[in-house]
């Protein structure tokens, strides 16, 4: 099937990404809306004008759109910071592809995503962290985390074993690879690793790997020299701002393979090498990383790459989800209730006994965050002395204490069976209706369940049910 020519116009003007055609001498015949935008450049002012002087920033070599033309090699994901003749300075990353028919150079077409304003952030982040970094200053005023060990709120059996196993990290300089579902507490654990490490008065830096591009990503963690693209400055990376204490990456296995293949370099050999730069730099930082998947099945499914797996996960830290610490809801309500009734002036008790009925039936796919925003929002509108179901966030109410398709009668607790070991045959119940339900399909069934697909995926495991 063939489009007309005009159809294919009308489709390229309505996505939402940057494409700019040239011809072969790198004049621009095709420039759609998108673009315009990105840029703040009317058509009019593009279409039949040489990239060069629409672009005098640029040059033969800068030039995605003019090294492609000459080179015929696409180029990918590639960051370009460039300034149009009207003064913009704009910076994105393009995937430029040559055009060619019966072995002749018709043109290049580039498709570009603007980063302008996350490069902007994300550099100014990096110029504060050095900032902060350099400053002279006792231990007291350059401590770089907010949480410790004393912030890690549970009683339960394995929430204790898994602080005692952290205390013990803490005593190295090894990786540690931290998992468990959105909303457990990762990064407040990594903060308590480090708080209690030799390295604690040193710079504790971290960084998600899945909130950049990849070529943003790349200069954020290794530095850039002036010239090695355009626009680049010499700015330190997170590597060197980390020097003497500890780089936390989390959601690791969002970080492009490419780059994973460059972040095992650093922890073999122990230097980065800033982009453009022929230098190499030691740097002695501890790596912690974090995922809320199985780091296995990251593995199996190629989002992190296995070499990289071993030399991360030298100790490995799986925080339970709150629905396995029945235990621990009470103590982590009252933690939660002391500090809001702290910040907002409150005096609320408890919870009414509905609300507690809730608390204990609900399986809290958010975990412990949805547990204190929930605590939070309660203590915003009430004025009474205990929280009541309607003080409560809507979809958290209407899940109350029934499921419908779920016999409550033939789920008691047993002589001898444990509230942890009801709930966990409870939620099995429940988790095989929805997969009864949805034929199998994990999708419809988290969706069913009101939970992530990861974290479904994650409960079929631990329940042997996959």
Same mark, same amino acid.
């Given at each position: ?66 090294? %492609?033309? &000459? @080179?015929?090699?696409? =180029?990918?994901?590639? !960051? ?7 003064? *913009?300075? /704009? #910076?994105? %990353?393009? &995937? @430029?592809?040559?055009? =060619?028919?019966?072995? !002749? ?7 570009? *995503?603007? /980063? #302008?304003? %996350? ?9 504060? !962290? ?7 200053? *006792? ?23 898994? *602080? ?303």
């Amino acid at each position: 099937m063939q489009f007309p020519e005009h159809t294919l116009e009308v489709l390229l003007r309505l996505v939402d990404v940057g494409v700019h055609v040239v011809d072969a001498n790198g004049v621009t015949r095709y420039y759609n809306d998108a673009a315009a935008k990105l840029e703040g450049l009317d058509p009019s002012q593009v279409i039949g004008r040489h990239i060069l002087d629409v672009y005098p920033s640029l040059d033969g070599q800068s030039s995605t759109l003019l090294q %492609v033309a &000459s @080179t015929l090699q696409p =180029v990918l994901n590639h !960051q370009q910071a460039f300034t149009h003749y009207k003064g *913009k300075r /704009i #910076t994105t %990353v393009n &995937s @430029t592809w040559p055009i =060619v028919v019966d072995g !002749q150079l018709q043109g290049v077409v580039e498709v570009s *995503k603007d /980063i #302008t304003e %996350v490069r902007q952030l994300s550099e100014r982040l990096v110029d504060l !962290q050095a900032r902060i970094f350099d400053q002279p200053s *006792k231990k007291s005023e350059r401590q770089t985390t907010r949480y410790t060990f004393d912030d890690l709120i549970g009683q339960d059996r394995s929430f204790v074993e898994l *602080k005692r196993m952290a205390l013990r990290a803490a005593a190295s300089s090894s990786s540690v690879l931290v998992c468990g579902e959105t909303g457990t507490g990762k990064e407040l654990l990594v903060q308590s690793i480090h708080h209690a490490s030799p390295r604690g008065s040193k710079p504790f830096v971290a960084q998600n790997c899945a909130a950049l591009p990849e070529t943003l990503l790349e200069s954020i963690l290794f530095g850039t020299i002036r010239g090695s693209f355009t626009g680049a400055e010499n700015r330190p990376g997170l590597f060197e701002l980390a020097d003497g204490g500890t780089l936390f990456l989390d959601e690791i296995n969002a970080m492009p393979p490419s780059l994973q293949v460059k972040l095992l370099r650093v922890l073999q050999e122990r230097y980065i090498r800033r982009i453009g730069d022929s230098r190499v730099r030691p740097v002695d930082v501890r790596i912690m990383t974090a995922m809320n998947i199985d780091p296995w099945q990251a593995v199996q499914q190629g989002q992190l790459r296995e070499d990289l797996y071993f030399r991360i996960n030298v100790v490995q830290l799986e925080i339970p989800p709150l629905r396995q610490r029945p235990d621990d809801l009470p103590l982590l309500v009252q933690h939660f209730l002391d500090k809001y009734n702290r910040q907002l002036g409150k005096h609320v008790m408890g919870l009414s006994d509905a609300v507690k009925q809730l608390f204990y039936t609900y399986s809290w796919p958010g975990n412990v965050r949805e547990l204190e925003h929930a605590i939070e929002g309660a203590l915003n509108i009430t004025d009474q002395d205990v929280i009541e179901l309607s003080q409560l966030p809507a979809h958290l109410v209407r899940v109350e204490c029934y499921r419908p398709g779920v016999d409550n009668a033939a789920v008691t607790l047993q002589p001898g069976q444990t509230l942890r070991e009801t709930l966990a045959e409870v939620e099995m119940l429940l988790i095989e209706q929805a997969m009864r339900q949805s034929e199998n399909n994990i999708s419809q069934a988290a969706a069913l369940l009101g939970i992530p697909r990861q974290t479904l995926q994650y409960r079929l495991r631990a329940l042997h049910l996959a």
